[in-house]
């Protein structure tokens, strides 16, 4: 996400949460503040009897924060952004606004459009408490003109198909803000982390169960400053293309219980068979759009490490899934890949099936003839014959190292030094690749 805005009742903690951001993650946020407070403030206007003259402030200021929002995400940063002009919508409706309803049928079109919006959820009942408790009573807004607000606003997000996100705000706070956090993705830094020495693109391949998921999970648990020391990974984002091909089994089955034929996979045993060969050029192709995205922004790589994950099978599983990747990509990606044998994949794959089913926890297997058809055969070993080195995809050359994953371990005392070894080799490949 690179923008994401805030919006609740008055008094819900909207601006000290943003506070709070803003001072322990300086590196990695812009915080705007609540575009008609700072009008309403800046020009003196009453809120309540100069309707007129508050949206007329905030349409000349309409392009001034749109130049601000554009500047936090050319800089990299994720711009937080308290409440939006939809809030200001409903308020409207609620007062009985026709200027502001009319206008803003016609400034909608050049209004920034944010990837999520928070809702920070109280009782109306505490928020009258709070508005009463902070004694600004140019800003009160009583019950009737708050539940009115909030029917308009929902219909205004059901009518523009936002991705809204509402969290709990009533509640102790260390709690919230953790949830705040890790929504957002952010982890506190308390010391500069080397992130100039860093991965830019990890490509980790591997059977299933070979252990690829335990090396994000790992990554994800180990500080910032000590994962970019001794993994040389900075806050990273993982990409992974087997949700995007368990979507197309669920519209398979869509189009089956429509009557028609399925496009992509027939059941089996509870899982899915992908039928259509094509797709797994359609999956690898999905990916490098995603990447490509990512990086073709200003700064979509700074301070940032992409970890795309995915597992091929066949003759030229490997070789053809990375012959699809953009020469951008290829030109900043190593490849770690995470060696087990079939049959301990098959092995690690049952043990988890049967695992899940004791605890009750929904889970799917798939029939080892299936395994076998799609990733008996492997054909990293031919493209890669040493433990480490470089491959030559469409004319790059791109630093690789081979981990062997056995025996399967979730001691950290093993794991860490397993994947330090890995990285460490392929980091001073890629060092060198950089440097020409």
């Not at 502001?100 to 809702?119: C, G, H, K, M, T």
């Not at 809204?164 to 993705?185: Q, V, W």
């Not at 990733?375 to 433990?387: I, K, R, S, V």
Request: aromatic share 8%.
């Amino acid at each position: 996400m690179r923008h994401v805005v805030f919006e609740g009742l008055p008094a819900a903690g909207k601006s000290e949460t943003l506070a709070l951001l803003a001072r322990f993650y300086p590196q990695s946020v812009v915080v705007l503040p609540e575009l008609v407070k700072e009008v309403a403030t800046r020009d003196e206007i009453d809120i309540f009897s100069q309707r007129d003259r508050l949206t007329e402030a905030i349409i000349a200021e309409i392009p001034r924060r749109k130049e601000q929002v554009q500047r936090a995400i050319a800089s990299g940063k994720l711009c937080l952004e308290e409440s939006h002009l939809g809030v200001h919508l409903a308020y409207a409706r609620a007062f009985g606004d026709k200027a502001f309803i009319n206008a803003y049928q016609d400034i909608a079109s050049d209004l920034p459009e944010p990837d999520a919006y928070v809702r920070m959820d109280i009782p109306i009942e505490l928020s009258l408490l709070r508005q009463e408790a902070r004694n600004t009573p140019r800003f009160f807004i009583d019950r009737e003109h708050l539940e009115t607000m909030l029917t308009a606003l929902q219909g205004w997000h059901i009518e523009h198909l936002t991705n809204l996100i509402t969290i709990d705000a009533n509640r102790e706070a260390s709690s919230f803000l953790l949830d705040i956090e890790g929504m957002l993705r952010l982890k506190y830094m308390a010391e500069k982390a080397p992130l100039s020495d860093t991965f830019d693109i990890i490509l980790l391949l591997g059977r299933p169960a070979a252990g690829k998921s335990e090396f994000i999970d790992f990554m994800h648990k180990t500080p910032i400053v000590q994962r970019a020391r001794d993994y040389h990974i900075a806050p990273f984002e993982a990409l992974d293309d087997f949700p995007i091909l368990w979507e197309k089994c669920v519209e398979d089955d869509l189009w089956e219980s429509m009557g028609k034929g399925r496009l992509y996979s027939r059941r089996a045993d509870g899982n899915y068979a992908i039928t259509n060969s094509d797709m797994w050029e359609f999956l690898i192709r999905r990916l490098n759009q995603q990447v490509d995205e990512i990086i073709s922004r200003k700064g979509g790589l700074a301070n940032k490490t992409l970890i795309v994950e995915f597992a091929r099978g066949g003759e030229r599983g490997y070789a053809d899934a990375l012959s699809q990747l953009s020469p951008e990509i290829l030109k900043r990606a190593v490849i770690l890949y995470v060696s087990v044998s079939f049959e301990e994949s098959w092995r690690r794959n049952v043990a988890r099936y049967d695992e899940k089913r004791r605890s009750g926890l929904l889970t799917h297997s798939v029939p080892r003839a299936e395994m076998e058809a799609t990733y008996g055969t492997d054909d990293w070993f031919n493209m890669a014959p040493a433990h480490y080195g470089t491959i030559s995809v469409k004319g790059t050359n791109v630093p690789y190292t081979t981990m062997n994953n056995e025996p399967e371990s979730k001691d950290p005392q093993v794991l860490g030094p397993r994947y330090k070894t890995a990285l460490d080799a392929v980091h001073s490949l890629w060092k060198r690749s950089q440097d020409r």
